[in-house]
């Protein structure tokens, strides 16, 4: 059974940093794509970044700038750092895993101004 979790979300202040997690089980993760999606109240889902098991990382729009995707493979994890983070990165953060299509429960980042 393949499971994602992720953590490291919270409470922040505005211009703050969060480093979150995803740790993969039950799949082969080294071979896989990793992708952070972001789901804010009443917005539509948007990809933040991805990254591919040679390394290649992709960024949402607007993303790339405060935003870095990075992965390591001994431990299964993908993994998000937030830099400076305004209001409106206010969401739900969910990791994806490409092959099979799954999805984690999520994590929570709201950023205080």
């Known amino acids: 059974q393949v499971q994602l979790v992720e953590s490291g979300g919270g409470l922040v202040q505005e211009g703050g940093s969060l480093r979150l997690s995803c740790t993969v089980s039950?799949?082969?993760?080294?071979?896989?794509?990793m992708a952070w999606y972001r789901q804010a109240p009443g917005k539509q889902l948007r990809m933040v970044a991805s990254i591919t098991h040679y390394n290649t990382t992709a960024y949402g729009d607007s993303m790339k700038d405060r935003f870095t995707i990075t992965r390591d493979n001994a431990k299964n994890t993908a993994y998000l750092q937030m830099k400076n983070l305004k209001p409106d990165d206010k969401a739900m953060y969910l990791c994806r895993i490409d092959s099979p299509n799954i999805w984690g429960q999520g994590t929570q980042v709201t950023v205080d101004s």
């Open positions: 039950g799949a082969h993760f080294n071979i896989n794509t």
